[in-house]
Structures are given as structure tokens and as C-alpha cells.
């Protein structure tokens, strides 16, 4: 057995110190997002793998066994990748996921499809918006040019985004409630825009949204592909099997 996790989660970090516990051989993978990402109990890359065939032929040339797919909600063409390379090489392939957020009494969601649908939704007079999203998005946003943005970023921007009036704030979850209560206070938030990533280490800022009776604009999910998932790190154990419960 020997397992491969396309990280870059929580769920993924979590997974990856259950199986070094177990001394199952296990190979990390990150996308390279961030500059310096967390350190992992398990040997580590980082980088793409060049699509389908790279993937293939990465899975054949390290013997992998099984592939478990942790990455991002959003990382849909990954996901993708995933899928039909673990078909291609004739291996075991699973998802660890986390259910989405869903709106509770008290919140002020507008739900959008995509971060085109968002950007159309913050037309309208200027307000203090934080961009919880990420930095591939962010120069989308130029389109609504009256805002002032926050942007909560991991690693500053190489190049400053085409953002009039923006400033930025560099942190790494999990957030907690009252650090995004005392953000939202000091740069004066209106709006809050991020994505329906789920899970519990991003989950503060929407109740700071909804104690302090902001509104947010929430990207939705992209369709995840056909496929096997599981929703907690021990259901994956037990799909490995009893290798992973006496280590191999």
C-alpha cells in the first residue's frame, strides 16, 4: 500500500498525521498556491503534475496504490484530474470532503453560482468589501471599481491587483470568531465575499457576518465529478482497509 494525498485542506493535514502514525507510506501532494506551506508528517511535493497523463504516469512511476483527493472544494479541474487518472492507472480513488455551509436564521446571504455571478453582485454604491476568496480571483473585481476591497490573503500578491481601493491582511486559518469580529470592526466591513468551502476553519467569519448584520455574497460550489466520497478521516482508514488499521 502506499497512499497519495492531493492536499492543500485541514481535512488533508489531518489525514496525512493518522496515516505517519500508522506508518502507512504515504506521498503529499501540494498545488504550490502558497509560498511556504504547511510542514507535513509524511514526505512532501509541491507543484502541478501537468495534467491527466502527468498524474498517470506520476501514480505508476511512485506505485501508488491509492489516491485520496483532499484538495480544495474549488479545485474542480484537479478534482477532474483525479478521477480519470485513478481510472486510467487502475487504482483505488476517494474524496474527502466536507459538506457546504449552509445559511442559518439571522444570515444575510446572496447565493451566486460563480465569481462572475459575485462580481455582478456587488453592483451598487461603494462599500468596504472583504474578499475572502483567495488570489486567482481577485482582478475580476476590477469590474466593480467603487469599493474599497480587503483582501485576506495567505502570501502578498506578486503584482498588486488592478484594484483601485484595496487594502490587505495576511493570515492563515483557522480563523476564530473573535479575530474576524475585531477584523470586520477595525476596517470598518459592509461585505463580505467569499466561498462555500465548508468546514470548521473558515466557518468564523460568516458568524462574525451574522452577529454584526453584514451581507454576504457566497460562492457556491462547482459539481464535483462522479465519484466515491467520504466525509471524516476515519471513514477513509476504513476504506483502506485493515492494512491502514494495523499499519503496514
Sequence with gaps: MKVLILGGTSEASALASALAERSIPTLFSYAGRVTVPRPQPVPTRVGGFGGVAGLSAFITEQRITHLVDATHPFAERMSHNA?????????????????????????????????????????????????????????????????????????????????????????????????????????????LVCKNAG??????????????????????????????????????LDWLGHDAERGV
Design 83 to 191: 478521477v480519470v487518472a485513478s481510472q486510467r492507472s487502475g487504482i483505488h480513488c476517494i474524496a474527502l470532503t466536507r459538506p457546504p455551509w449552509e445559511p442559518m436564521a439571522g444570515d444575510r446571504w446572496t447565493r451566486v453560482a460563480d465569481v462572475a455571478a459575485a462580481v455582478n453582485a456587488l453592483a451598487g454604491p461603494p462599500q468596504r468589501v472583504l474578499l475572502a476568496i483567495g488570489r486567482m480571483h481577485l482582478n475580476a473585481f476590477s469590474a466593480q471599481p467603487q469599493h474599497h476591497y480587503l483582501l485576506r490573503l495567505v502570501d502578498h500578491p506578486e503584482t498588486p491587483p488592478p484594484l483601485p481601493h484595496h487594502s490587505v491582511t495576511l493570515d492563515r486559518g483557522p480563523f476564530s470568531l473573535d479575530g474576524d469580529l475585531a477584523l470586520f470592526r477595525e476596517h470598518g466591513v459592509e461585505c
Design 199 to 236: 468546514g470548521t476553519g473558515a466557518v468564523a467569519k460568516l458568524t462574525a457576518a451574522r452577529q454584526l448584520g453584514l451581507a454576504v455574497v457566497m460562492i457556491e460550489r462547482p459539481a464535483s465529478p462522479p465519484r466515491q466520497e467520504a466525509h471524516g478521516v476515519d471513514t477513509v
